[in-house]
């Protein structure tokens, strides 16, 4: 039968290899059944909390057993996922439930009294609490009603078959992966069930996965690089293992404990673990390493390769609108290394000029997708939605008589194309940063300094760096009081996940503006690159 729903990659892998690892955490590893049986017991519990088509799940947790099953449980309810980063601080996660008004919380103790003031008032009927601590009442703020109480997951998810329903397809709403945009804050992008399983059968295949793989998981769940290793992994009835990384080393040592072939980063991770000491069996073992989020510099990209010489490199582009777009394969890395490939498969990707044609190779155009891993759009903005998924004026997908229109992902890249094909990354067309492999808006920098109340004019940019990708350097002049460097930092590291936090911050006596009243950015930037 096809695969229709997200939750079949489990169930299918389940009925061919019922004893398989499946996914381990830490000393726990389930096999391919009972990962089943756990995933369809969530999906019962959700619904008999009222979950029903088209509701959202939000899950804030540390990757580990429960948020996979909370996340394809919540495809058997025909609930859609929310995964959020769980390095989110309490005004960002604030935001996300506010945008997608989720019926249920799935979270930790820890989290949860985090989230004491962000929960009231607001759409959540349930919160499950994972964790050996049980719930503790919520108290309730001066003003506001109470906020839902908690109830423990153990208490909750019962073993039991999910009730009747199923009668979804594949194009329905699976997941909200919120990622920032050039302005404002982060916004949804919907991906259908078709989109992820698409996209699962597009990266196995060309990455090779199958069920003798062990890959290990290290990006965050909420990106969708993070979440295609648990999707290609079930797909290909492969052994997923858990890890929340805080140390390099721990990466090397769990690819040695547990044999691991596949291991996907972003660059500045990358740097980091060429910086530790590797094990023989845990260079042995892997088969292929990939790239994402971020162009991969060349010393790193050498020193990768003489520590894994028989392991296949790959180096991907993605975004979140098109869940995966590019790939390098491997036979074209020495010719082309700073090149991001070509379309994965079922993809077409092309080079556009602004009213819609083709570039000619060598000429610089806006990168655009097409095919069926074009995302539903953003959830709740149709205005951003128009912006960025329109159809094509010309060429495959166009409208003619007999049909509507395709609508691609208009990426906002810039990229050229060689003679052969292959795409190469300019730059960006808006003023999103990339840090880290996580895309920061500036306006959420901005918004940061100005809520500190110690700051006037706030201009957040993004500096070319060769761990980072690029940095964050926050220019700000002062509110009537002497302002410093230090102290801004120190109050904005309290509302900020780590890596939005300015990696530099520069106290000037005014900023620079243009013709037309705006921050003069390309003035700035340029001044700080040269």
Not at 8 to 16: G, K, Q, R
Not at 66 to 78: K, R
Not at 462 to 481: F, K, M, S
Request: proline share 8%.
């Amino acid at each position: 039968m096809p695969r229709t729903r997200l939750h079949h990659l489990i169930e299918y892998s389940a009925a061919a290899t019922p004893g398989a690892a499946a996914l381990t955490y830490q000393e726990e590893t389930l096999d391919y059944a009972a990962l089943w049986r756990r995933v369809a017991a969530v999906g019962a519990a959700l619904t008999r909390l009222g979950v029903r088509r088209g509701d959202r799940v939000a899950i804030f947790a540390e990757k580990r057993l429960e948020t996979v099953l909370a996340l394809f449980g919540t495809s058997v309810a025909e609930g859609l996922f929310v995964p959020i980063n769980p390095v989110l601080r309490a005004p960002q996660v604030g935001h996300i439930l506010t945008d997608c008004t989720p019926r249920v919380l799935i979270t930790t103790a820890e989290r949860l009294a985090s989230l004491r003031s962000v929960l009231a008032d607001g759409s959540i009927e349930h919160v499950l609490v994972i964790g050996d601590h049980g719930p503790s009442q919520t108290e309730r703020e001066p003003g506001r009603s109470r906020p839902p109480e908690p109830h423990a997951w153990a208490d909750t998810v019962i073993m039991a078959e999910p009730e009747p329903g199923g009668h979804g397809v594949d194009a329905d709403p699976a997941a909200i992966l919120y990622t920032s945009g050039s302005t404002g804050r982060p916004k949804g992008v919907v991906l259908s069930h078709r989109n992820l399983i698409v996209g699962a059968e597009s990266v196995a295949g060309y990455l090779g996965n199958d069920h003798s793989d062990v890959i290990l998981s290290v990006l965050p769940l909420s990106f969708d690089a993070g979440f295609s290793q648990l999707t290609t992994g079930f797909l290909s009835g492969a052994h997923v293992v858990l890890l929340n990384y805080l140390l390099p080393a721990d990466v090397p040592r769990l690819c040695a404990r547990h044999g691991v072939t596949g291991l996907t980063c972003v660059p500045p991770l990358w740097l980091q673990l060429t910086a530790v000491d590797w094990p023989d069996p845990a260079r042995r073992s892997l088969r292929y390493f990939a790239n994402t989020g971020g162009r991969m510099p060349r010393p790193t990209l050498d020193r990768l390769r003489a520590l894994f010489p028989d392991a296949l490199p790959y180096l991907m582009y993605g975004l979140t609108e098109a869940f995966r777009s590019t790939f390098l394969d491997p036979a074209q890395v020495d010719l082309r290394p700073d090149s991001i490939g070509k379309a994965i498969p079922n993809a077409e990707i092309l080079v556009l000029r602004p009213d819609g044609t083709r570039c000619e190779p060598g000429e610089e155009g806006e990168l655009v997708h097409r095919g069926p891993l074009v995302s539903l759009g953003y959830w709740n903005d149709p205005v951003r939605t128009g912006e960025r998924f329109r159809p094509l004026p010309t060429g495959p997908g166009a409208a003619v008589a007999w049909r509507q229109p395709e609508l691609a992902v208009w990426s906002g890249d810039r990229v050229v194309s060689d003679p052969e094909g292959y795409l190469y990354f300019v730059g960006r067309a808006d003023e999103m940063i990339k840090t880290s492999g996580y895309r920061v808006s500036p306006t959420e920098i901005e918004e940061a300094a100005y809520a500190t109340g110690m700051v006037r004019d706030a201009v957040a940019l993004g500096v070319a760096d060769e761990r980072l990708g690029q940095r964050i350097v926050l220019l700000a002049t002062e509110n009537g009081h002497p302002l410093t460097a230090k102290a801004l930092l120190t109050a904005m590291r309290r509302d900020l996940p780590h890596f939005q936090v300015p990696s530099q911050v520069i106290v000037a006596d005014e900023i620079p503006r243009s013709a037309n009243g705006k921050y003069d950015r390309a003035r700035l930037r340029a001044e700080l690159e040269s």
